[in-house]
């Protein structure tokens, strides 16, 4: 804020100059003070003189316009500069709530997964208990042996299915703790 009342402090004096010497040049202030090559100064006397001093006028409208450019241009780099910063941190947090759901994503596919994992485990452990029965139940050795591998196949189906189970609950848990993180820390 107070760069702005800077850059409106220089315009006020660059135009409260540029009225003195407006004011010198067309003969309102005195030029006694003056340094002694502009004591000379005087009204025009002919229209080719006041043409000049007209050429003069407008020289000096047209560097005060350009001194208001200037400034204009400064007070538009100042605001474009921190609209790019805004901008930036608007960016940052997009970036971050991506990341956020990116992570969410995740944990919902883990998620999905393993409740598929405890189902098929769960029809895995109906068909152990069912080979199992006809195994007590079977008299016959070959019956019996095939019920036993069976049972054994969906037991060892049954194991693959827990280890991934918790495989998937490890990195579940890894991507809460990095989602739970990343909240912390935004």
Known sequence: MTSIFKGIATLLVAFCVWLIMLAFMVGV???????PYLKHIKFPTSTAELGDSLNIFVGLIS???????VYAVILQSRSLKLSIAAQREQEQALLQQMRRQEVMLQISSYTARIQILASDREWYQHLIDRYREIREAEKDESKWQDAHDKMTRCQSKNTEIKNKMNELSSALDTLVQQLTVDSVVA
Request: aromatic letters at 14%.
């Open 29 to 35: 202030l005195q030029s006694e003070w003056l340094a």
């Open 63 to 69: 560097t005060f316009t350009v001194l208001v450019a």
